[in-house]
């Protein structure tokens, strides 16, 4: 905080990708989050220009203080998720960039609110007293957000969870490339079951990016239900993409029922909540083709469903 007061925090821009930021903010927070069994969502379905002027110090420094107040606030068993939006920006070549950082944890009181961003400021509450910290993390945030140029807002309530806004411009490269289009990708229909409506919408999104036609659906059953359907009317879907964890229907058995409708005919791809070489084993032994971490890339994606696909 004093280096930032003293004015020696310099601010260097360099070229960034921003998948790159988001898997390095995963990697870091995912023992967090594992061990107290939380849901984490990474949706950048909105972002046209993934390549920006930036610096990426800062950026992390923002995006991982809000990520530990989020895990430290949220019980075991909820939702953290993170969602950036490109939108127009006044400056030729810039573009503004929301992200937003949202929890379903204990939440704040209005009155902690409006000093949330002030050195040495906890909200002093049975709940949080346990909870280690300085009360130097927003305060912190806020300055570096203000040198970056942007802004900063929360909404929260109290036992209803905290969404966190940050909003910076940043000088788009015109170089940006988001993926590279495959011609035999085209139109091909993709089944995607997720229970979390958000990753169910971004990874549609995502594959509709890329040229395929996507459907998707909440339920593991309805997954079942739509694979008989499109087999009896002859408009198979070419691939599928399931969750590895879904209440009514599991992903091993939802697969199971699929491969007796389609055989060994179409590939399906698994998404979990991490990387652990134990979840792509009884991924791959229960009739999966492939394995996909979440947070749900479209790069990864496009690579994996090109893989299954030959």
């Given at each position: 905080?004093?280096?930032?007061?003293s004015?020696?925090?310099?601010?260097?821009e360099?070229?960034?990708h921003?998948?790159?930021?988001m898997?390095?903010?995963?990697?870091?927070?995912?023992?967090?989050?594992?061990?107290?069994?939380?849901?984490?969502?990474?949706d950048?379905?909105?972002?046209?220009?993934?390549?920006?002027?930036?610096?990426?110090?800062?950026?992390?420094q923002?995006l991982?203080?809000?990520?530990?107040n989020?895990?430290?606030?949220?019980q075991?068993?909820?939702?953290?998720?993170?969602?950036?939006?490109?939108k127009?920006?006044y400056?030729k070549?810039?573009?503004?960039?929301?992200?937003h950082?949202?929890?379903?944890g204990?939440?704040m009181?209005?009155?902690?609110?409006?000093h949330?961003f002030?050195?040495?400021?906890r909200e002093?509450?049975?709940?949080?007293s346990?909870?280690q910290?300085?009360?130097?993390?927003?305060?912190?945030?806020k300055?570096?957000v203000?040198?970056?140029?942007?802004?900063?807002?929360?909404?929260s309530?109290?036992?209803?969870?905290?969404?966190?806004?940050?909003?910076?411009?940043?000088?788009?490269?015109a170089?940006?490339?988001?993926?590279?289009i495959?011609?035999?990708?085209?139109g091909?229909?993709?089944?995607?079951?997720?229970?979390?409506?958000n990753?169910a919408i971004?990874?549609?999104?995502?594959?509709?990016?890329i040229?395929?036609?996507?459907?998707?659906?909440?339920?593991g059953?309805?997954?079942?239900?739509?694979?008989?359907v499109?087999?009896?009317?002859?408009?198979?879907?070419?691939?599928?993409?399931?969750?590895?964890?879904?209440?009514?229907?599991?992903?091993?058995?939802?697969?199971?029922?699929?491969?007796?409708?389609?055989?060994?005919?179409?590939?399906?791809?698994a998404?979990?909540?991490?990387?652990f070489?134990e979840d792509?084993?009884?991924?791959?032994?229960a009739?999966?083709?492939a394995?996909?971490?979440?947070?749900?890339e479209?790069?990864?994606?496009?690579?994996?469903?090109?893989?299954?696909?030959?």
């Amino acid at each position: 905080m004093s280096w930032i007061e003293s004015g020696r925090v310099k601010i260097e821009e360099k070229e960034v990708h921003l998948p790159d930021v988001m898997h390095d903010l995963r990697t870091i927070v995912n023992a967090s989050i594992v061990s107290k069994n939380i849901e984490f969502f990474i949706d950048a379905v909105d972002v046209k220009n993934e390549d920006i002027l930036c610096d990426k110090l800062r950026l992390n420094q923002i995006l991982l203080n809000l990520l530990s107040n989020a895990t430290k606030f949220t019980q075991n068993g909820g939702t953290i998720i993170v969602r950036i939006i490109q939108k127009p920006y006044y400056k030729k070549g810039y573009a503004l960039y929301e992200f937003h950082v949202r929890d379903n944890g204990i939440g704040m009181s209005r009155e902690f609110q409006e000093h949330l961003f002030e050195s040495f400021t906890r909200e002093e509450t049975s709940t949080v007293s346990g909870i280690q910290g300085t009360g130097l993390g927003m305060a912190i945030t806020k300055n570096i957000v203000d040198m970056m140029g942007g802004t900063i807002s929360v909404e929260s309530e109290e036992g209803k969870g905290t969404e966190y806004t940050v909003s910076i411009p940043f000088q788009v490269l015109a170089s940006s490339a988001r993926y590279e289009i495959i011609p035999q990708l085209q139109g091909v229909r993709v089944l995607v079951a997720d229970d979390d409506s958000n990753t169910a919408i971004s990874v549609s999104h995502m594959v509709q990016e890329i040229g395929m036609v996507a459907e998707w659906t909440l339920s593991g059953k309805e997954a079942v239900l739509r694979t008989k359907v499109a087999v009896e009317q002859n408009r198979e879907f070419g691939a599928y993409i399931i969750d590895w964890m879904m209440p009514d229907l599991n992903g091993i058995e939802t697969v199971r029922r699929i491969r007796q409708i389609i055989g060994d005919s179409r590939p399906i791809i698994a998404m979990t909540a991490n990387a652990f070489e134990e979840d792509k084993q009884k991924a791959f032994a229960a009739g999966m083709n492939a394995h996909i971490a979440k947070p749900i890339e479209v790069d990864s994606l496009l690579s994996t469903i090109a893989k299954v696909l030959g």
